[in-house]
């Protein structure tokens, strides 16, 4: 039986890489023949990134300087995640648009959303149909995989949009449990909360992919997304610092922030794991660096964002580890000498792994 699998597999980043490569994963491990749509819209292609790029500026930067900068770094990630697309995922022939989807779908049995915030409309610039399969045949199933809005609630006119699509999946599977508010939104009251793909894949199948070690020392791994920091930096300064652990991070930057001892700007998703995966200390802000720290069994913290923390509040109390979460240097210094029990995290995560499987088992019945 083949699926194919519609998600944000081309947004340059590590958790939308990784959890496209493990939504495939998992369902060729339930014995499915897996294809993931090759679909990047308009708004993401490389043409149109570019452009967004140059007419970049920064305010420490002259303007020719800072487009040559993001120019220069658009060019690395498409050849650092490109790289890493074409080799480890299963893809049909690219597509731009909804309508070229309409026009010539991919052939499957069953057609899934998801994962990652494939419904997130902001992302989107509104609400994408693609994204809701309207391109698939009336007579095949259409299913979402882990599927995220992005938020908690929908406005009226996202609610109009996206009513009658939600409409006819046949089986509905979201990240978050703010999502299954916005599908009782939705008049959808059949959903069903399933762990991110990540985390349905284990510690050592993610250890087979990752680069060998990376950083001799000791080190701490800062991971930020979007570079909004919250005072995480100055966090993770203390906390290095009181651990005697050298201060990494990853990033897109291109200078070294002053507080940090070593930047790995621009690597692959092999070295990302790498990194987390030998880290004494995680410090981030992001889902995927909180979904990473709990697989590989990594003592962490987080530092809230300004918006759509929803996903993560979901995770860290579906592990108990709500305390991770914290809003002051007092508290982030406090949880950093609390080791993890993952004894009771991986218990919680097993029986969540299990869950998704017979999700997956079930949609052989559609």
Do not use: C
Request: proline residues 3%; without cysteine.
């Amino acid at each position: 039986m083949k699926v194919a699998i519609i998600t944000l597999h081309r947004v340059y980043n590590y958790g939308s890489a990784l959890q496209a490569y493990a939504t495939q994963t998992v369902f060729e491990r339930a014995g499915y023949e897996a294809e993931v749509i090759d679909y990047i819209t308009e708004q993401r292609t490389k043409k149109q990134i570019m452009k967004t790029a140059a007419a970049g500026s920064n305010k420490g930067m002259s303007s020719t300087a800072y487009r040559f900068f993001k120019m220069f770094s658009v060019l690395l990630k498409e050849m650092t995640f490109g790289k890493f697309v074409k080799k480890n995922l299963h893809l049909t022939k690219q597509y731009i648009t909804a309508g070229d989807l309409e026009k010539d779908p991919p052939q499957a049995d069953i057609y899934v959303t998801g994962s990652d915030q494939t419904w997130n409309s902001q992302y989107n610039g509104g609400v994408d149909r693609g994204f809701f399969l309207t391109f698939a045949p009336k007579d095949k199933a259409k299913v979402s995989f882990v599927a995220s809005f992005g938020k908690s609630h929908l406005n009226d006119k996202e609610v109009a949009e996206t009513k009658p699509l939600i409409a006819e999946y046949k089986k509905l599977s979201v990240r978050e449990d703010s999502a299954l508010d916005v599908l009782h939104q939705l008049g959808r009251d059949d959903g069903v909360q399933l762990i991110d793909p990540t985390l349905q894949i284990t510690k050592d199948e993610w250890l087979r992919l990752a680069s060998p070690r990376l950083v001799k020392q000791p080190y701490l791994i800062l991971m930020l997304l979007y570079n909004e920091d919250n005072h995480a930096t100055e966090y993770a300064r203390k906390i290095a610092d009181k651990k005697g652990l050298k201060l990494i991070k990853i990033s897109w930057e291109m200078k070294k922030p002053p507080m940090v001892d070593q930047l790995f700007t621009h690597r692959s998703p092999a070295d990302f794991l790498s990194l987390f995966a030998n880290a004494d200390f995680v410090v981030t802000n992001s889902f995927h660096g909180l979904a990473f720290s709990i697989n590989l069994e990594r003592d962490f913290v987080v530092v809230p964002r300004n918006e759509f923390n929803s996903r993560i509040e979901s995770l860290l109390t579906l592990t108990d580890l709500q305390e991770r979460l914290v809003s002051t240097e007092n508290a982030a210094l406090a949880e950093s000498e609390k080791p993890i029990d993952y004894g009771n995290v991986n218990t919680r995560l097993a029986e969540e792994r299990q869950k998704a499987k017979e999700y997956i088992e079930s949609l052989r019945q559609l």
